[in-house]
């Protein structure tokens, strides 16, 4: 599917070429049937350019295609910041293609208010290095503000749901602790704390947070932090939610969404499969 691509790498369908050319002819019909409701005054001929535009011209990455613009992964700011990132905070020096997820955790992290900026799974910490890389580079670090990084730091995958720890092993995920400290010397407001979750939270002295994000993996656990964390959370805090729209994680989006109304809330599913919530 010549269509799914992002900056540098073009990506191709795996599946059977008969499987294959039907899921594009049905990629094909929906598109122009939207477009023609949108352009209901247009010419059949005029809708088609638009799917030729598409196929040649459309983004993708992370589970997202759209011809919207995307300057900001263009910048060098970014670029510089993104591959950083890449370079030292990852298992190995693999790029794994999350640019608009980037943005998005970078965006909110930089209009958090003044206190704690507190993240749950951080494992190489790919995000908070691409992040307040990014905030120096841009002029507007802010080293005012205590942040904490949380992990197991075990290469175990986890359940799901429960959390628990399964014999079968994921390579993405981190096994040093002084090595992403390491990563992180840099910025001398990071602390980088080793435990499970929710059981670690106690230790950690945590007073007010302005910034939450929950990436655990596991519903059960994520819920259970942000119930124990809600009245530490300011008004105004962010809450992001890595895995919230991602089909493998629903369970961790139905507990999310049952705590988020328990507290009088809703979530807002980003088109990047985040979830926000604002208190």
């Known amino acids: 599917m010549r269509?799914?691509?992002?900056?540098?790498?073009?990506?191709?369908?795996?599946?059977?070429?008969?499987?294959?050319?039907?899921?594009?002819?049905?990629?094909?019909?929906?598109?122009?049937?939207?477009?023609?409701?949108?352009?209901?005054?247009?010419?059949?001929s005029v809708v088609d350019g638009f799917w030729r535009t598409f196929?040649?011209?459309a983004w993708y990455e992370d589970g997202l295609a759209t011809l919207k613009n995307q300057g900001f992964r263009?910048?060098?700011?970014?670029?510089?910041?993104?591959?950083?990132?890449?370079?030292?905070?990852?298992?190995?020096?693999?790029?794994?293609?999350?640019?608009?997820?980037a943005h998005i955790f970078e965006s909110f992290l930089r209009s958090a208010k003044p206190g704690t900026r507190l993240e749950l799974g951080t494992?190489?910490?790919?995000m908070f290095k691409f992040a307040l890389t990014k905030h120096k580079l841009d002029g507007c670090l802010d080293l005012g503000s205590e942040i904490i990084l949380?992990?197991?730091?075990?290469?175990?995958?986890?359940?799901?749901?429960?959390?628990e720890l399964l014999d079968q092993m994921n390579v993405r995920y981190a096994n040093d602790i002084q090595a992403v400290k390491s990563t992180f010397q840099a910025f001398p407001n990071v602390r980088v704390e080793q435990g499970d979750v929710p059981e670690v939270l106690s230790s950690l002295?945590?007073?007010?947070?302005?910034?939450?994000?929950?990436?655990?993996?596991?519903?059960?656990?994520?819920a259970e932090a942000l119930e124990q964390l809600w009245p530490k959370l300011i008004?105004?805090?962010?809450?992001?939610?890595?895995?919230?729209?991602?089909?493998?994680?629903?369970?961790?989006?139905?507990?999310?969404?049952?705590l988020a109304s328990?507290?009088?809330?809703?979530?807002?599913?980003?088109?990047?499969?985040?979830?926000?919530?604002?208190?």
């Open 55 to 57: 196929e040649a011209n």
């Open 123 to 126: 494992a190489h910490g790919f």
């Open 74 to 101: 263009n910048t060098q700011n970014f670029i510089d910041a993104y591959d950083a990132a890449v370079r030292e905070a990852t298992s190995l020096n693999l790029d794994p293609h999350i640019r608009w997820r």
């Open 3 to 44: 269509w799914i691509r992002d900056r540098k790498t073009s990506v191709t369908s795996h599946l059977p070429v008969d499987e294959d050319t039907h899921r594009q002819s049905q990629l094909r019909a929906e598109y122009l049937r939207v477009e023609s409701e949108i352009h209901f005054a247009a010419q059949s």
């Open 150 to 163: 949380v992990d197991k730091f075990s290469q175990n995958s986890v359940d799901p749901v429960s959390g």
């Open 205 to 222: 002295d945590l007073k007010t947070i302005s910034f939450l994000h929950l990436d655990l993996n596991a519903a059960n656990p994520e």
């Open 262 to 279: 328990r507290f009088g809330k809703s979530i807002c599913l980003l088109p990047t499969g985040q979830g926000l919530l604002i208190k």
């Open 235 to 258: 008004p105004g805090a962010f809450v992001l939610l890595d895995d919230y729209g991602f089909l493998e994680f629903l369970p961790s989006q139905i507990a999310h969404d049952r």
